[in-house]
């Protein structure tokens, strides 16, 4: 190729006319040469099944799934949990014991499956979102397994035994992942509920501890606060009444005894003017106080009418003697008015007493709901705190009780097969063709090297190749014009030269459209 000058495409169309055998023998050449490499290979059957995965057959609006794990996790999860040596080594070993698989190392022919199996999903869809189920993009409806072996046979049994243990796997973990929450929110409810009681003791002992000082309580201790003061003042009246009405009734008594001696002792006239002098003195002076019903007053103008009475009696006796009878003694008994007296001034001890313990039994009955009332701040922060971890503690037990229903209805959901379930649609196949190698594939891909083999071998002898053809060859290699022309004459016009020698010929190729000057 001359270099140092642009190509046309005409000088492209010359090459490839040029080179057309050595493009066409490779590209010929290959692709049977690719067919036959394909026979040594050693053939492979490939086996396929789908899985459909089924939507949960109870509304979610009513039970919500138990399993929220993006599908294509799962899938993988299952894939690995088949693949591994605990699933496939009783799988291999049936299949050994089928005459499916020959005797030999389990351990290389569990590494083969794991090396042949192959899941891809099915497609990809968006489920629009309704009342009942949210909207999930990128949902499988399905996914496609496939094995490959050197026996269509045994790609079926493997790919048939892997499609069944993904399935019971996906049963068996859906199970086990709905018992396992249900068990897990039944220890959660039971160690709420200790709680919960523990709680609950506490606040019945503290109300039993602080009864009548808790914070609805207050208001009621302030009512019977006042109630019991304003029975102390009455109470205390009372006392301060009888305490009075006792000092008089003695000095009544203490004048009423002195009386009695004097008249017992003497029945002078004069004596006994003078205690009625002393009687209504001490009548004017009740008057003076009470009324003339009340009972002093009373009782003095009776003592005053018996003492007249008696006086006049003696005045009479006076002026009548009359012998005495000796056998008759005198009654030296106290008089009523004296005992009259006695039991009134016990009477008043009596109500003193009752006053005076009723007084002591209020004023210790309201320094006990003085101190409720002062304690009532105390208590009230105390039980608001109890209460709220009560509150707390009750709200998060019935929340973990209606968790733990809802996850049994899902558990008896998974267990009567309700919720969402993997289906095998289509069993494992047996293979009737080898899905390797593909011969046409070989064929293709042997012309494709070949053509590629041809070019590279027509571009490197284009390369190598220095003659000149055209003229802008010549003006590329001389770097000169070109003056003239001399036309092709063939190989007997040089012969017939007297020297020999051809000095140069022009000639014209077939297909060529201009003449090629050339120097030999």
């Keep these: 190729m001359i270099e140092n000058r642009e190509l046309s495409m005409d000088d492209y169309l010359a090459m490839l006319r040029r080179r057309l055998v050595v493009i066409l023998i490779p590209t010929l050449l290959a692709p049977l040469a690719g067919f036959a490499v394909s026979y040594a290979f050693a053939p492979k059957f490939t086996s396929q099944a789908t899985i459909l995965v089924e939507e949960q057959k109870v509304p979610s609006g009513y039970v919500a799934p138990v399993v929220t794990e993006d599908l294509t996790q799962r899938v993988a999860t299952l894939e690995q949990k088949a693949l591994s040596a605990e699933r496939l080594r009783p799988l291999v070993d049936k299949l050994t014991q089928q005459g499916v698989l020959r005797p030999g190392n389990p351990d290389g022919v569990m590494d083969a499956i794991r090396a042949g199996i192959s899941i891809q999903p099915v497609q990809a869809v968006v489920i629009p979102p309704t009342s009942q189920a949210p909207k999930r993009a990128g949902q499988l409806p399905g996914f496609n397994l496939t094995f ?40 959660q409810v039971e160690d709420a509920k200790h709680n919960l009681d523990d709680l609950d003791a506490k606040l019945a002992n503290f109300k039993r501890q602080y009864i009548g000082q808790l914070p609805g309580d207050e208001d009621n201790n302030l009512k019977i606060l006042m109630g019991m003061n304003s029975q102390l003042d009455a109470n205390t009246q009372t006392l301060n009444r009888a305490q009075q009405d006792k000092a008089y009734a003695e000095s009544l008594l203490t004048q009423q005894l002195a009386a009695w001696k004097e008249s017992q002792t003497s029945t002078n006239p004069q004596t006994l003017q003078q205690q009625l002098a002393t009687l209504q003195s001490q009548l004017i002076t009740l008057q003076a106080r009470y009324t003339d019903d009340y009972p002093d007053v009373v009782k003095a103008k009776r003592d005053i009418a018996e003492l007249q009475k008696k006086l006049n009696e003696l005045n009479a006796a006076a002026a009548n003697p009359e012998p005495s009878s000796g056998g008759e003694k005198e009654n030296l ?13 016990h009477q008043y001890q009596q109500t003193i007493t009752q006053a005076t313990r009723d007084q002591q039994r209020l004023q210790d009955q309201i320094r006990l709901y003085q101190g409720r009332v002062a304690l009532s701040p105390a208590v009230e922060e105390q039980f608001k705190q109890l209460t709220r971890d009560y509150d707390t503690a009750q709200k998060g037990y019935d929340t973990l009780l209606a968790k733990k229903k809802d996850s049994e209805i899902q558990t008896a959901m998974e267990r009567e097969q309700q919720g969402e379930q993997m289906r095998l649609l289509n069993p494992a196949d047996l293979p009737d063709a080898p899905s390797f190698p593909n011969r046409l594939l070989f064929a293709a891909g042997g012309l494709g090297a070949g053509l590629a083999l041809g070019l590279g071998l027509a571009f490197w002898l284009e390369l190598r190749d220095t003659s000149v053809r055209t003229e802008s060859d010549v003006v590329a290699v001389l770097d000169l014009p070109v003056l003239s022309q001399v036309p092709w004459v063939g190989v007997e016009a040089a012969e017939k030269n007297g020297n020999g020698n051809a000095k140069s010929v022009s000639r014209s190729r077939p297909g060529d459209e201009k003449k090629e000057t050339v120097e030999v």
């Design 148 to 187: 490959s072996a050197s026996n269509p046979r045994e790609a079926q049994a493997i790919l048939g035994g892997l499609a069944d243990i993904i399935v019971n796997e996906n049963l068996k973990d859906r199970a086990a992942a709905a018992q396992n929450t249900t068990d897990f929110l039944a220890r």
């Design 333 to 345: 008994s106290e008089p009523a008015e004296i005992r009259q007296l006695r039991l009134q001034i």
